[in-house]
T-cell receptor
Framework: DAGITQSPRHKVTETGTPVTLRCHQTENHRYMYWYRQDPGHGLRLIHYSYGVKDTDKGEVSDGYSVSRSKTEDFLLTLESATSSQTSVYFC????FGAGRGDTQYFGPGTRLTVL | KNQVEQSPQSLIILEGKNCTLQCNYTVSPFSNLRWYKQDTGRGPVSLTIMTFSENTKSNGRYTATLDADTKQSSLHITASQLSDSASYICVVETGANNLFFGTGTRLTVIP
């Protein structure tokens, strides 16, 4: 998985609790992304980062926040988890930005269940 | 509305047979089209990428075609193997960090 790890790999939590997912890369890529994958939907972009402390919103950013204090780490936080945030979350990285021919490399995913 | 539609949703084929997966898109402007393979429980992995001017690209037993005029792409798998069992996702790229993902075709190869 191209030097990308995600933690935890599985998590079950209760509605209303905060949750933080971590993505760690060893490739020194500038861009990092968080996606969610749900049945019947394509991968949907939540947030992305184009450098340390530089982030931007994606298509489905409501209810999520991110932080990137180091090149190698990108955190996704659900401030107060809801059942609609039950999903599989993927982190991805790219060198000069997806969408312009650069390849995105995806992590193994985190399966989150909100009860 | 920018959309990427894939068909069929799922497909079962015998090992050794060929198959073709379809991708139709209404995304504009168009930059690149990419096919990903996603094994169960894993993240997607890029198979091929085609620019507007390319109409075919191969990667081993995988051959992707693109007709930019009709906004259609296909992924042809030759001599299928059990390890080809996966979801195949079509993605249209329109520019910086702007991608449209299809919902994928789930392929099952049986012995």
């Amino acid at each position: 998985d191209a030097g990308i790890t995600q933690s935890p790999r599985h998590k079950v939590t209760e509605t209303g609790t905060p949750v933080t997912l971590r993505c760690h890369q060893t490739e020194n890529h500038r861009y990092m992304y968080w996606y969610r994958q749900d049945p019947g939907h394509g991968l949907r972009l939540i947030h992305y980062s184009y450098g340390v402390k530089d982030t931007d919103k994606g298509e489905v950013s409501d209810g999520y926040s991110v932080s990137r204090s180091k090149t190698e780490d990108f955190l996704l936080t659900l401030e107060s988890a809801t059942s609609s945030q039950t999903s599989v979350y993927f982190c991805a990285i790219s060198s000069f930005g997806a969408g312009r021919g650069d390849t995105q490399y995806f992590g193994p995913g985190t399966r989150l269940t909100v009860l | 509305k920018n959309q990427v539609e894939q068909s069929p949703q799922s497909l079962i084929i015998l090992e050794g047979k060929n198959c073709t997966l379809q991708c139709n898109y209404t995304v504009s402007p168009f930059s690149n089209l990419r096919w990903y393979k996603q094994d169960t429980g894993r993240g997607p992995v890029s198979l091929t990428i085609m620019t507007f001017s390319e109409n075919t690209k191969s990667n081993g037993r995988y051959t992707a075609t693109l007709d930019a005029d009709t906004k259609q792409s296909s992924l042809h798998i030759t001599a299928s193997q059990l390890s080809d069992s996966a979801s195949y996702i079509c993605v249209v790229e329109t520019g910086a960090n702007n991608l449209f993902f299809g919902t994928g075709t789930r392929l099952t190869v049986i012995p």
